[in-house]
T-cell receptor, first 110, second 112 residues
C-alpha cells in the first residue's frame, strides 16, 4: 500500500521565519493534496499537485511536487500565528483509495 | 451557502451500543467519504461512496456500516463490533474521486 511520510512531526518557529514541511511517498503520486487542520476541526483544502515539477502558491504558502512525483514540500514564507495548525498531505492511490500522512503540527510563536 | 455538515459535534456512547453519525452535503458532489482520525495520526479511510446506492470499504471498515440512499447524505453507523470506537470522525465530499475534498467539522465520539 502507498504510505505517506511527513516530516517533521512537529515544528515550532518564531513569527516571521520561513519553514518547510515534507511529504514523501513510497510510490509515484497520482495526485497530492495539502490540507490544514485546526485541532478538533475539519480539514481545509490548500492545494493539489499532479504534474512532476509542479509548483503552486497561495498567499505565503508554496507547494511543490518533485519531478519523480514521490516527494512534495510545503513552504511557508514569513510565518504568522494564523499559520499555526496541523498540515496534512494526502494522495490518491492507484487502487482508488486515499491515504494521508500523520500530519505536521506547526506552532508559530509571536 | 453550500457546504458539508456533520452532526452531532460531540457524541457519547455506552459500550455495546450502536450509534449513527450524520453527514449531509449540499454541494451536489458525487463522492463522499468517512475517515477516522486518532491523536497524532493522519486520516484513515473507513468507507467511501462514488454514487448513490453504492459504497466501498476503505482500509478500516470492520465494525462500521454506511448507506447512500440519497446523494446528499452518507450516514456512518459505528456498531458494537468496533473494538475501539473512541476517535474523531471526519466526513468529506468531492465532485469526483481524485479531486480535492471538502470536509465537515467532525464528530468526536467517546465510548463511556
Amino acid at each position: 500500500s502507498q504510505e505517506l511520510e511527513q516530516s517533521p512531526q512537529s515544528l515550532i518557529v518564531q513569527e516571521g521565519k520561513n519553514l518547510t514541511i515534507n511529504c514523501t511517498s513510497s510510490k509515484t503520486l497520482y495526485g497530492l493534496y495539502w490540507y490544514k487542520q485546526k485541532y478538533g476541526e475539519g480539514l481545509i483544502f490548500l492545494m493539489m499537485l499532479q504534474k512532476g515539477g509542479e509548483e503552486k502558491s497561495h498567499e505565503k504558502i508554496t507547494a511543490k511536487l518533485d519531478e519523480k512525483k514521490q516527494q512534495s514540500s510545503l513552504h511557508i514564507t514569513a510565518s504568522q500565528p494564523s499559520h499555526a495548525g496541523i498540515y496534512l498531505c494526502g494522495a490518491d492511490t492507484n487502487a482508488g483509495k486515499s491515504t494521508f500522512g500523520d500530519g505536521t503540527t506547526l506552532t508559530v510563536k509571536p | 451557502d453550500g457546504g458539508i455538515t456533520q452532526s452531532p459535534k460531540y457524541l457519547f456512547r455506552k459500550e455495546g451500543q450502536n450509534v449513527t453519525l450524520s453527514c449531509e452535503q449540499n454541494l451536489n458532489h458525487d463522492a463522499m467519504y468517512w475517515y477516522r482520525q486518532d491523536p497524532g495520526q493522519g486520516l484513515r479511510l473507513i468507507y467511501y461512496s462514488q454514487i448513490v446506492n453504492d459504497f466501498q470499504k476503505g482500509d478500516i471498515a470492520e465494525g462500521y456500516s454506511v448507506s447512500r440512499e440519497k446523494k446528499e447524505s452518507f450516514p456512518l453507523t459505528v456498531t458494537s463490533a468496533q473494538k475501539n470506537p473512541t476517535a474523531f470522525y471526519l466526513c468529506a465530499s468531492s465532485p469526483l474521486r481524485g479531486l480535492e475534498a471538502f470536509f465537515g467539522q467532525g464528530t468526536r465520539l467517546t465510548v463511556v
